[in-house]
């Protein structure tokens, strides 16, 4: 057990998530604030005496991306000051993450410089759930605890409407994740070929047996809705039922608002808290798990010097 005391903070990005995550700890939110000036430059304070405690900052870097970096980095940076003795950046949903190699020549690695920036600025270690490339964990010089939402996010298809659902891979980046799901949930695992012309995303072939069985497509993240139009392909290979996705970053652009509310053959959404939905985009096909109790057990075991490798599933 470590004799510096635990502290939550968070930056605006999900102060309720933070908040949620305290309670669970029995404790409360560290006071902090954050201002932006007229120029539109960040200012941010820690409103409180952190010396030698254990800090976990709380900042998903969802949209707008650059300004929720910028504040997490800004309060890394002021906690490293105020002389903690260690901060944790608890970061669910990991920024430019989808950037992670050179496609092409004169490219930046956009998550290598997030990481870098990281270290540089001060964090000690560094959380994230469901990141869309796993190899960026080499990028950090620092601990890293990269985890997976797949326990909460499949404990919901655990019911009888499920008995004879497939799980499905929406293209072969995929398939690892959904070959544990299947294994989860003792379901068979099918994967969807796909070919890119430009903009364009078409699916060429499913592999697997989709005969007959309700479809769960899974996926890390939800943006425009590519996936959501691919599943005629599902249904031209035999799928019966509603579609389900099981998705842990709802990131939901106005694109895949539409194509959920419109296509009457998808079911539901099932996705995590790693990123607030606003009012304006609670759907009622969408289904939210929270996080939290997630986070908090880590960060408990963290604090604490106990191993998480026993207990959880990793992304």
């Not at 270290?119 to 759930?129: L, S």
Request: proline share 6%; net charge negative.
């Amino acid at each position: 057990m470590s004799n510096h005391p635990l502290r939550i903070f968070t930056g605006s990005a999900h102060p309720a998530l933070a908040s949620e995550i305290a309670k669970i700890l029995g404790t409360s939110l560290g006071k902090s604030n954050t201002r932006r000036f007229p120029d539109s430059e960040y200012y941010v304070t820690i409103d409180e005496v952190v010396r030698e405690q254990d800090i976990f900052f709380v900042q998903p870097c969802f949209n707008p991306v650059n300004e929720n970096l910028m504040e997490l980095l800004l309060f890394l940076d002021a906690f490293r000051r105020a002389s903690v003795h260690e901060v944790t950046a608890v970061i669910p949903y990991f920024p430019y993450a989808r950037q992670d190699r050179m496609a092409r020549g004169r490219e930046a690695i956009s998550s290598r410089l997030v990481a870098n920036l990281l270290e540089t600025t001060g964090a000690d270690r560094v959380i994230y759930i469901d990141i869309h490339n796993r190899a960026i964990q080499g990028f950090f010089n620092i601990p890293v605890d990269p985890l997976s939402a797949l326990p909460l996010l499949a404990d919901y298809f655990r019911k009888p409407e499920f008995e004879h659902a497939a799980i499905v891979s929406p293209d072969v980046g995929r398939a690892g994740m959904a070959g544990r799901y299947a294994e989860y949930l003792n379901l068979p695992l099918v994967v969807m070929h796909k070919r890119r012309n430009f903009s364009e995303v078409t699916t060429t072939h499913v592999v697997g047996d989709i005969q007959g069985r309700r479809p769960i497509i899974i996926d890390d993240l939800m943006a425009g809705g590519s996936v959501l139009k691919q599943i005629d392909s599902l249904y031209a290979a035999g799928a019966e039922g509603e579609a389900y996705f099981s998705v842990t970053h709802p990131l939901l652009l106005p694109t895949a608002m539409e194509i959920l509310d419109q296509d009457e053959r998808i079911g539901g959404l099932v996705c995590t808290n790693t990123i607030p939905i606003p009012p304006e985009k609670m759907h009622p096909k969408i289904i939210q798990i929270s996080t939290a109790g997630l986070l908090a057990e880590i960060i408990n075991r963290v604090h604490s010097g106990i191993s998480i490798t026993e207990k959880l599933i990793f992304s």
